[in-house]
């Protein structure tokens, strides 16, 4: 089983500012697997970045992702206000189980 | 417009059952696989059990193997999720969702690119 860690567990930032959400894998993965989900309270999760990199339909360009192997990274260029959320990184791998980081939460500052 | 709508959510007892339904609409449902997700009270995501588009494969976490089925009916759009011996612990929002894929050759990719809003569910006496 992958596991997911996500650092930092909270990040205080203000509006403006980047933010840069780090997500390792316990052992190397397909890139094609690392997903960025967004969830804010009371609603479900909402799919931001697939195969670590690509922004899903209708995702502002001030998010993006990058990585590969163990290491992968969420960034948000310049923070909008509703950009603060709770954010989870998952393994959809070839096999289950599939796996979430931990996750970690976006406060404003 | 893609729209999962979950229900079935209740309180019970602990040792009892609940079967949970998810009511698919606006896409072509036989053609996708589909899962439950849960979430814990003030926790993270637990991705719980899965069904491929033809329902002729599931797959289930160690947590719930045993006690939770998964199935789906194409005919009705609808994916279910049969939970018996439930404990406290299985208490948590219940999402179904969509599962994106694309493969080139060996190179897969997959997401939940379509969410539910989600279904309550409480053991507790």
Same mark, same amino acid.
């Given at each position: ?5 996500? #650092? ?9 500012? &980047?933010?840069?959400?780090?997500? &390792?894998?316990?052992? #190397?993965? #397909?890139? *094609?697997?690392?997903?960025w989900?967004?969830?804010?309270? *009371? ?10 990199s ?7 360009? &001030?998010?993006? *992702? ?5 290491? $992968?990274?969420l960034?948000?260029? &310049?923070?909008?206000?509703?950009? $603060?959320?709770?954010?989870?990184c ?6 289950p ?13 | 417009?893609?729209q999962?709508? =979950? ?19 606006? +896409?072509?449902?036989?053609s ?7 979430q ?17 494969? @599931? ?7 045993? %006690? +939770?089925?998964?199935? %789906?009916?194409s005919?009705? !759009? ?5 939970? !018996?011996?439930? %404990? ?6 219940? +999402?179904?969702?969509? %599962?994106?894929?694309?493969?080139s050759?060996?190179? =897969?990719?997959?997401?939940?690119d ?7 569910? @409480?053991?507790?006496?």
């Amino acid at each position: 089983e992958i596991v997911l860690t996500q #650092s930092p567990g909270t990040l205080s930032l203000s509006p403006g500012e &980047r933010a840069t959400l780090s997500c &390792r894998a316990s052992q #190397s993965v #397909s890139s *094609g697997y690392l997903v960025w989900y967004q969830q804010k309270p *009371g609603q479900a999760p909402r799919l931001l970045i697939y195969a670590a990199s690509s922004r899903a339909t209708g995702i502002p360009d &001030r998010f993006s *992702g990058s990585g590969s192997g163990t290491d $992968f990274t969420l960034t948000i260029s &310049r923070l909008e206000p509703e950009d $603060f959320a709770v954010y989870y990184c998952q393994h959809y791998g070839y096999s289950p189980p599939y796996t979430f980081g931990q996750g970690t939460k976006l406060e404003i500052k | 417009e893609v729209q999962l709508l =979950e229900s079935g959510g209740d309180l019970v007892q602990p040792g009892g059952s609940l079967r949970l339904s998810c009511a698919a609409s606006g +896409f072509t449902y036989s053609s996708y696989a589909m899962s439950w997700v849960r979430q814990a009270p003030g926790k993270g995501l637990e991705w719980v059990s899965g069904i491929s588009d033809s329902g002729d494969i @599931t797959h289930y976490a160690d947590s719930v193997k045993g %006690r +939770f089925t998964i199935s %789906r009916d194409s005919s009705k !759009n609808s994916l279910y999720l049969q939970m !018996n011996s439930l %404990r406290a612990e299985d208490t948590a929002v219940y +999402f179904c969702a969509r %599962r994106y894929y694309y493969a080139s050759g060996s190179y =897969e990719v997959k997401a939940f690119d379509s969410w539910g809003q989600g279904t309550t569910v @409480t053991v507790s006496s």
